[in-house]
T-cell receptor
């Protein structure tokens, strides 16, 4: 089975800190995604990547950036964390085309910014 | 752009009773449809998916879903709910013209003894 691993289950960071959320998948998937999940809002796409060093903005990219230097790793960066970025962050990966095969999700990182 | 609506925010059901979760989508062509389940504190797990063919799709954990083109719906059902089915359920839609899946806001299911 495809495994998507997010490095931290829980993180607490201070306002203004630079935060890195790491995601690794082990099945050579081309596509990788970062979502944030908030009650009542469902999943909102932050960024996605369809190849190494390629990235595209999702629906809510403001305040975030991403890095994909290797195919298996997709990092989400909060340049200067703010309290409104407190959320559950979910990483996912898929083969091509993911909209047909579906995504495999990691277990999530619950980030609290204080 | 496609959109997905899950009309029910929260459903409470007795253990052993049947469950139906509603999902409506908005898209001109035939979409690719998915149901995911999220247990507390976990990521999302794929329950089932529909691409074409038989409109009644079987998934894992005893779930099934029916695609109804005329109603733009893809409702999820389970004949007899177990306490372990308490979770949040997400419907998602994809199309060939876009890399991304669009997700509904989710329905939380509570199972009472």
């Amino acid at each position: 089975d495809v495994k998507v691993t997010q490095s931290s289950r829980y993180l607490v960071k201070r306002t203004g800190e630079k935060v890195f959320l790491e995601c690794v998948q082990d099945m050579d998937h081309e596509n990788m995604f970062w979502y944030r999940q908030d009650p009542g809002l469902g999943l909102r796409l932050i960024y996605f990547s369809y190849d190494v060093k390629m990235k595209e903005k999702g629906d809510i990219p403001e305040g975030y950036s991403v890095s994909r230097e290797k195919k298996e790793r997709f990092s989400l960066i909060l340049e200067s964390a703010s309290t409104n970025q407190t959320s559950m962050y979910l990483c996912a990966s898929s083969s091509v085309p993911g909209q047909i095969s579906g995504y495999t999700f990691g277990s999530g990182t619950r980030l609290t910014v204080v | 752009a496609q959109s997905v609506t899950q009309p029910d925010i929260h459903i409470t059901v007795s253990e052993g009773a049947s469950l139906e979760l509603r999902c409506n989508y908005s898209y001109g062509a035939t979409p690719y449809l998915f149901w995911y389940v999220q247990s507390p504190g976990q990521g999302l797990q794929l329950l089932l998916k529909y691409f074409s063919g038989d409109t009644l799709v079987q998934g894992i954990k005893g779930f099934e879903a029916e695609f109804k083109r005329s109603q733009s719906s893809f409702n999820l059902r389970k004949p007899s709910v177990h306490w372990s089915d308490a979770a949040e359920y997400f419907c998602a839609v994809g199309t060939l013209s876009d890399y991304k899946l669009s997700f509904g806001a989710g329905t939380t299911v509570t199972v009472r003894a």
